[in-house]
C-alpha cells in the first residue's frame, strides 16, 4: 500500500522525499488498521510518543543514541544491537507497545533513521499526531 501510494512498486522501496510527500489520507488509514488490529499496541501514532519521549524530534535526527532508545524501547533493538528485522519482529500482541509497523526494508522504507523522522514528521504535517518543539518559545500577540 505504501508503495502503491508514492508509485514506487516497481522499485520497490521509497526515499525520504516519497516519504515527505506520502498521502495524509492513506497515512491514516494505515495508522488506523494497525491500531485495530492490534488493540491500540501498534501503529505509527502508537510509536509517535515513544520516539518522542526517548529525545528525537519530528524531521531531524538530533543524535543516534536517541533514535537507539527508541528502538530499545520498542523492541526493535535487543541486546545493544539492533534485531535483524527481517526475522526477529515480533508479529504478536506480546509485542512491546509501538513494536509494529516496522518501517525498515521488510516495509520497504529504506534509510533507517532519517526516513523514519521524515515519516514522523509527515505524521505531523498531516494532522496524526500533534507536537510542539519544547525549545521553540511559544510566541503570543497581544490583542
Same mark, same amino acid.
Given at each position: ?11 520497490? &522501496? ?9 498521502? #495524509? ?8 488498521? &494497525?491500531?485495530?488490529?492490534?488493540? @491500540? ?16 524530534? =519530528? @524531521?531531524?535526527?538530533? +543524535? ?6 527508541? @528502538? ?6 535487543? +541486546?545493544?544491537? &539492533? ?12 509485542? =512491546? ?5 516496522? =518501517?525498515? =526494508? ?18 505531523? +504535517? #498531516? ?17
Amino acid at each position: 500500500m505504501m508503495l502503491r501510494s508514492v508509485g514506487r512498486q516497481q522499485q520497490g &522501496w521509497m526515499t525520504q522525499d516519497d516519504v515527505k510527500k506520502f498521502s #495524509c489520507e492513506d497515512l491514516k488509514i494505515i495508522d488506523n488498521l &494497525w491500531k485495530e488490529y492490534s488493540q @491500540g499496541r501498534f501503529g505509527f501514532t502508537v510509536q509517535f510518543p515513544i520516539f518522542v519521549e526517548t529525545g528525537n524530534r =519530528p @524531521g531531524r535526527l538530533v +543524535d543516534t543514541e536517541a533514535y537507539d532508545n527508541f @528502538g530499545t524501547r520498542i523492541g526493535w533493538r535487543k +541486546d545493544g544491537q &539492533w534485531v535483524q528485522f527481517k526475522y526477529n519482529l515480533d508479529f504478536s500482541l506480546e509485542a =512491546p507497545v509501538g513494536h509494529l509497523p516496522n =518501517p525498515r =526494508p521488510a516495509y520497504q522504507i529504506t534509510g533507517g533513521r532519517l526516513n523514519y523522522t521524515a515519516l514522523t514528521q509527515r505524521m505531523v +504535517d #498531516c494532522g496524526l499526531v500533534a507536537y510542539s518543539d519544547p525549545r521553540r518559545p511559544i510566541n503570543y500577540e497581544a490583542e
